[in-house]
């Protein structure tokens, strides 16, 4: 049985993509690894890529004060993961097939934590674990039932995708009015979804 500190160790020599020659760390995850949440971002800032931890600049301090906020807990109590891995350059968005190539990881995380709700943030999580062309603002406000096949393994319908924001957007937005009531909203709704499947 392959656990998790395994599959860091594999990612933290990873030469899959181009990516990896220019990162400072490997940014695999963070946080609680049996955790009913988990967060899933798009990829390393120049903060994350540096301290090797995701959401640790200011969209990371957004989260965790919507966290806080709407759920009553910090980011010790979630697990909080990226699309990829490794910061692309400039914070240039991930080339698909960057995110085709990092995506083994993700399925695996996902298989190993085995979340309840998994909270995807922005459009490259979004899509990816939808397996959607759409945009985050249509697919946004309701939940959807994960069921991706990892490794023969099919993730049931008990492992509900809510889709929101990124907090980059929210902040860009000014962090208020609709983007940041958006990115409540849907905290609101995950919790309801923790709260119906750990019934
Ligand atoms: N944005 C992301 O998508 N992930 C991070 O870890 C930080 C900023």
Not at 33 to 36: G, H, I, L, R, V
Not at 51 to 56: R, W
């Given at each position: 049985m392959v656990d998790l500190a395994a599959v860091e160790r594999e990612a933290s020599?990873?030469?899959?993509?181009?990516?990896a020659a220019g990162r400072?760390?490997?940014?695999f995850g963070v946080g609680d690894?049996?955790?009913?949440l988990m967060f899933v971002g798009e990829g390393p800032g120049r903060d994350e890529d540096l301290?090797?931890?995701?959401?640790?600049g200011r969209s990371g301090h957004l989260l965790d004060r919507v966290l806080q906020e709407e759920?009553?807990?910090?980011?010790?109590r979630v697990y909080i993961s990226n699309t990829v891995k490794c910061r692309p350059p400039g914070n240039r968005d991930p080339h698909p097939s960057e995110v085709a190539a990092c995506r083994p990881y993700l399925e695996r995380q996902i298989e190993l934590i085995e979340p309840r709700v998994i909270v995807t943030l922005g459009n490259f999580a979004t899509r990816l674990l939808l397996d959607s062309t759409r945009g985050i603002k249509q697919l946004r406000g309701r939940a959807y039932p994960y069921e991706r096949a990892v490794s023969g393994k099919v993730s049931g319908p008990n492992v509900m995708v809510v889709p929101t924001f990124h907090p980059s957007f929210v902040l860009r937005s000014g962090g208020a009015g609709e983007a940041m009531a958006g990115l409540r909203a849907d905290l609101v709704r995950a919790k309801r979804y923790l709260g119906v499947a750990a019934r």
């Open positions: 020599v990873c030469t899959r993509c181009p990516l400072t760390n490997v940014v690894t049996s955790a009913d301290e090797g931890e995701p959401f640790v759920l009553g807990i910090g980011r010790d």
